[in-house]
């Protein structure tokens, strides 16, 4: 006998797999979030002509987004607004690598209070035209990104960063221009 019984056994489970429930309720619970993340948020985004999302991009307050033309945002990246005065601005012709995080929010650490019960710092964020954020580049609040700077991949933005500049690390540093 195979692996796993025979194949009216494992026909017979396959079909009661497809039957139970909980499959329904988790399809529906995915379904759900990709709407309040993704639908639903992409539509308040103020965006320019052929910006390109992957299926997957993830959207908080969308409404405080504004995405230049041409722009493009890649697979499983975050694009979190704050939720009441943090904004991300991106330019024309950035390109996002998957996964990167921007955040125009974060938490304030004041001991001796619960984190999730504090305010929030919101600053905005801004990625100039033409900027290339690497895979998994994480940028926070109030940060500046200038125009045509490359970040590399893994890198942490926690600082401004001028135009033309290429940045790696965490915190990422300038180690260099384009062109020269």
């Known amino acids: 006998m195979r692996a796993g019984g025979s194949r009216a056994q494992r026909i017979a489970n396959?079909?009661?797999?497809?039957?139970d429930p909980r499959v329904f309720i988790h399809a529906f619970k995915l379904l759900h979030y990709a709407n309040y993340t993704h639908v639903s948020q992409r539509r308040l985004i103020d965006m320019g002509a052929d910006v390109r999302?992957?299926?997957?991009?993830s959207i908080i307050n969308g409404q405080?987004?504004?995405?230049?033309?041409?722009?493009h945002i890649g697979a499983r990246c975050h694009?979190?607004?704050?939720?009441?005065?943090?904004?991300?601005?991106i330019g024309a012709d950035a390109l996002f690598g998957p996964?990167?995080?921007?955040t125009?929010?974060?938490?304030?650490t004041a001991p001796g209070?619960?984190?999730?019960?504090?305010?929030?710092?919101?600053?905005?964020?801004?990625?100039?035209a033409g900027v290339w954020l690497g895979a998994r580049v994480m940028v926070m609040p109030g940060v500046n990104v200038g125009?045509?700077?490359?970040?590399?991949?893994?890198s942490i933005v926690t600082k401004d960063l001028p135009a033309g500049s290429i940045s790696v690390g965490s915190p990422a540093k300038v180690v260099g221009q384009r062109g020269g």
Not at 14 to 19: F, G, P
Not at 113 to 128: H, L, S, T
């Open 147 to 154: 125009e045509g700077a490359v970040v590399g991949a893994g």
């Open 99 to 102: 996964e990167v995080f921007l």
């Open 113 to 128: 209070e619960i984190i999730m019960n504090q305010d929030k710092d919101e600053r905005d964020v801004v990625v100039g």
């Open 53 to 57: 999302f992957a299926p997957n991009v």
């Open 79 to 89: 694009l979190w607004a704050g939720n009441d005065l943090g904004r991300i601005t």
């Open 14 to 19: 396959a079909v009661r797999s497809s039957l």
């Open 64 to 71: 405080r987004i504004s995405i230049g033309d041409r722009s």
């Open 104 to 108: 125009a929010s974060n938490y304030l």
